[in-house]
């Protein structure tokens, strides 16, 4: 009787199998590149709003003791960039470390008021309509809600009385132009380096 020829078990799906791994090993390792990146964005950008908190510089003649300074604007490139929550950690990240530095917790609570006003809703806007108009109209929307929050910060940490008589006169006009030139640094800022701290698949031609 002739031999039954000798079976091997197939080796298709054991070849196959170890193909799909390094696919998703790869996959895994670009998320946690890009995370990795985004966070030292973050990271840096915090650092750059620390550090431009140091200069100030009075807007408004005669009112000395109200100066200006450029630190929200790289919480709110964050924020267009990587989105409201974003945003608000590096500003509100800021604001805490420049209130430790100085030993000012009062001028700490009304900058937190002033910076969640500001970036929160343009912040929420730009996510919502990703294009130049957008920009424009969350960060007009953000510089309403900053005169609001910094007018509601002095009615907390300042008597009524003095506070009711400068806002008219001071703080609004003051946070306005404060709000205006937060708004006009961060389009220039975002525009230039939008597309070299953006993920290339967030990445809009023109914007």
Same mark, same amino acid.
């Given at each position: ?21 390094? &696919? ?161 640094? &961060? ?21």
């Amino acid at each position: 009787m002739a031999n039954k020829p000798t079976t091997h078990p197939a080796v298709g799906s054991s070849t196959v199998r170890p193909a799909k791994a390094p &696919t998703a090993q790869k996959t895994m390792a670009n998320t946690n590149r890009w995370s990795t990146r985004v966070l030292v964005t973050i990271a840096l950008l915090c650092a750059i709003s620390v550090l431009l908190s140091f200069v100030e510089f009075p807007l408004l003649p005669g009112v000395a003791w109200l100066s200006y300074d450029a630190s929200i604007m790289p919480a709110a490139v964050c924020g267009f960039a990587y989105g409201p929550a974003a945003g608000l950690a590096c500003g509100i990240i800021s604001v805490v470390a420049h209130g430790i530095l100085f030993a000012d917790f009062t001028g700490a609570l009304m900058n937190l008021l002033v910076v969640i006003g500001f970036i929160l809703p343009s912040a929420l806007v730009y996510k919502k309509i990703h294009t130049l108009k957008g920009a424009i109209i969350g960060l007009v929307l953000g510089i309403v809600f900053a005169v609001i929050m910094a007018v509601l910060g002095n009615l907390v940490v300042t008597p009524l009385d003095a506070v009711v008589a400068m806002i008219v006169p001071i703080l609004i006009p003051f946070n306005l132009l404060k709000g205006l030139l937060n708004a006009i640094l &961060t389009l220039i800022v975002y525009k230039a380096i939008s597309n070299l701290i953006t993920p290339k698949k967030d990445q809009v031609k023109g914007r």
